[in-house]
């Protein structure tokens, strides 16, 4: 539905098509002001208002409605009047019928799964600077969703319990041993050293990580608990490596939709049997390739896996499930806290990196958490044992 208010010059045919295109995201009323024209798409009271100094094309649109409207929000071309995350969390859950020319995109979409690329890939995103994630990231410098015990949770404390939530599902010992895939800037690792005498090895293709992590073992004393490597997982099985323990955080997301059996089995090979491995990653209910505007600007190659296909190879390779918990509603809100600290910091980001960046991460995050709350994503733990494990507790020791 379209109402159109009285402005002071006509809408020419091409802005009159747009409208129309925007039209069928009517489920949340919102206005559309182009010029002077106004337009009302939806039924009610406006949740929102889009104001557009320049509009893309029609041929933009159907090739792929995300980046059109991300591209145009990024460059000016495009602004909300109001709060970003309120507009993105009324229009964002229709993301149905955007269109997506998966032929035209099919380079961006389906990207190489060489080791080569993935490793450009990785970088291009994790490897942005130190400096620049300290800023709105917590203490613990998590880049994954956390865990809010209580709603007065700080993003910190969110943090630390959900370290302290996966290290009880690992049901860790003294001793043990303990790899963490995509181990980011090493706080998992470091907490299960202190609190539970492991020796562990995290892995990580980004090499600003890599060289954080070094400086927190050696502040921590850990060197003899304690090493992190730049590797691929695929080279896990020649390694020679073997643990009690696995876990990965986040890390699964840049695999790609070919690639899920060869990780688990790339994980089964390092594992002792009856071992522990838990999976945290973005999920979806149903598999798709991805978003087109997230793949070109903030994670080339990423794909979210869903979860039924997750738990269908792991069973094919004698992985038994013994709990999976959504955290989809604590992802929307650590995104939250992710963009409250980046609005803190918005001068200094853009004396770094520029005004198009800044609009270009506002988007990101604001968009993730609004996909959160619309159950567009979800956030899962899988708790896996290599193989029959009779000796764990029957309860939920954790």
């Known amino acids: ?113 060489t080791k080569k690329n993935q490793q450009k890939e990785v970088s291009s995103h994790y490897d942005i600077g130190n400096d620049f994630y300290k800023m709105w990231l917590d203490e613990t410098m998590s880049y994954s969703c956390g865990y809010f015990k209580h709603p007065e949770d700080t993003l910190y404390q969110a943090q630390v319990q959900k370290v302290e939530r996966i290290l009880k599902k690992l049901y860790l010992k003294e001793g043990m041993t303990l790899c963490d895939i995509g181990c980011g800037w090493g706080y998992l690792l470091i907490e299960a050293a202190k609190k539970y005498g492991i020796k562990g090895v995290g892995i990580t293709l980004s090499k600003e990580q890599k060289k954080k992590f070094e400086e927190r073992i050696k502040e921590n004393h850990l060197e003899s608990q304690l090493e992190v490597r730049l590797m691929d997982y695929r080279d896990l099985p020649e390694s020679g490596l073997k643990f009690d323990r696995v876990v990965s955080v986040g890390m699964l997301e840049h695999v790609g939709r070919d690639n899920y059996e060869l990780f688990m089995k790339c994980v089964k090979s390092i594992m002792n049997p009856g071992g522990l491995f838990l999976l945290h990653y973005i999920s979806a209910l149903q598999e798709h390739p991805g978003d087109a505007w997230v793949k070109k600007y903030i994670f080339p190659g990423g794909v979210i896996p869903s979860l039924r296909e997750i738990i269908h190879i792991a069973g094919d390779h004698q992985f ?33 990196f520029g005004e198009r960046f800044v609009r270009m991460w506002e988007l990101y995050l604001c968009a993730c958490a609004a996909t959160f709350m619309n159950g567009i994503i979800d956030l899962h733990q899988i708790l896996f044992t290599n193989g029959v494990n009779n000796d764990l507790p029957m309860t939920r020791w954790y």
């Not at 020319?101 to 961006?108: E, T």
């Not at 038994?320 to 604590?330: A, G, K």
């Not at 929307?332 to 980046?342: S, Y």
Request: some cysteine; overall charge negative.
């Open 1 to 113: 539905m379209i109402e159109q208010k009285i402005g002071v010059t006509e809408m020419n045919l091409t802005e009159k098509e747009f409208v129309k295109f925007l039209s069928k995201f009517d489920e949340h009323p919102f206005d559309v002001k182009i010029g002077d024209e106004v337009s009302h798409i939806g039924k009610g009271e406006p949740e929102f208002k889009v104001i557009f100094h320049e509009i893309p094309s029609m041929k933009e649109l159907l090739t792929s409605t995300s980046i059109a409207l991300g591209e145009a929000y990024m460059d000016g071309k495009l602004e909300i009047e109001g709060d970003l995350y309120h507009a993105l969390n009324m229009f964002l859950g229709q993301m149905g019928k955007f269109s997506t020319d998966k032929k035209a995109l099919k380079k961006l979409i389906f990207s190489s799964l």
């Open 320 to 352: 038994y499930t013994l709990d999976v918990e959504s955290l989809r509603r604590h992802y929307n809100k650590t995104l939250l806290c992710w963009n409250q600290n980046f609005q803190k910091h918005k001068d200094e980001i853009r004396e770094m």
